[in-house]
């Protein structure tokens, strides 16, 4: 399977989640943007009938996560880069997709961070609120296990590529902003880095990145906008500076960190009893 076909399918198959039966066709529409995709919205046909449909929260990533694929292998196999595009799908497997190339007169190659309402845009408030309350948890218990399972995945991609897990030795150098990963083969593999956070074994402590005495200013972004995303939606955990928590939860947060600052990698470090969180760019990573 070519990997345009691997993409197209993993979309296929993530955004039936949601239709009913006798469904004739299910559409997809979405802008494409610099690591994510927004304005995601989903209408499933019937006949002379058409409504907003959703795919659940994690189909949503998976979307996200397989048009950005998409994106990217077009743009190095053609050089073209689209900046949208809309998806139909039949019972029958069979689709048509439109691509959009045109730059939005508006587009800001920065705008490179998804929210939980940009994932779920295809749901709307009213749907967001349905799927939570049908999953049995809080919004930010939603948000927290969806950003798990997505950097989950996407570590399984990580450890098959690279060897992710399999490294020798870790080295963060916060000067150059960078987690360096040595491996046995003699291989050193050099990703840009952020701090989310570290984790106190001794008193099952986590101190937020976002205003943590030893992390520099340039390495606080990821953590400052799960800062930003929780005074927003009122999740007190992501603006408390220091926090009595697992581990696991300390995993959450950095994968939801990822997820806001556009990133698919995570990793922890043991720095003497203090583990330090970090998530970074496994599409910028170099080799030494």
């Not at 074994?201 to 799960?226: I, K, Y």
Request: proline share 2%; charged share 25%; net charge negative.
């Amino acid at each position: 399977m070519n990997d345009v076909n691997k993409f197209l399918e993993t979309i296929s198959s993530a955004l039936t989640n949601g239709v009913v039966s006798d469904w004739t066709s299910i559409s997809l529409e979405t802008k494409v943007l610099a690591r994510n995709c927004s304005c995601m919205s989903t209408t499933q046909h019937r006949d002379a009938d058409s409504r907003s449909v959703g795919c659940g929260m994690r189909a949503a990533f998976e979307i996200s996560d397989a048009i950005i694929g998409l994106r990217d292998h077009l743009l190095r196999t053609t050089g073209q880069r689209i900046y949208g595009l809309t998806f139909t799908l039949t019972p029958d497997g069979k689709f048509t997709i439109d691509y959009d190339y045109e730059r939005p007169a508006d587009y800001d190659d920065s705008d490179d961070t998804i929210s939980l309402e940009e994932a779920l845009g295809s749901l709307g408030q009213a749907g967001i609120a349905a799927n939570l309350a049908a999953a049995g948890d809080t919004p930010e218990r939603s948000f927290l296990a969806a950003a798990m399972a997505r950097l989950q995945a996407h570590t399984a991609e990580h450890t098959q590529r690279c060897g992710l897990g399999s490294e020798t030795r870790w080295n963060l150098d916060m000067n150059a902003g960078t987690l360096q990963l040595s491996f046995a083969d003699g291989r050193e593999l050099h990703f840009p880095v952020q701090i989310i956070g570290t984790y106190n074994t001794e008193n099952g402590t986590f101190l937020w990145g976002w205003d943590h005495p030893s992390v520099p200013e340039p390495l606080r972004r990821a953590a400052r906008r799960m800062h930003e995303y929780g005074k927003r939606e009122g999740f007190e955990r992501l603006t408390t500076r220091t926090l009595a928590c697992t581990e696991n939860d300390a995993w959450e947060f950095t994968a939801a960190a990822a997820l806001l600052d556009g990133v698919t990698g995570a990793y922890r470090g043991d720095a003497g009893g203090k583990m330090v969180y970090m998530s970074f760019d496994a599409d910028a990573v170099s080799a030494a």
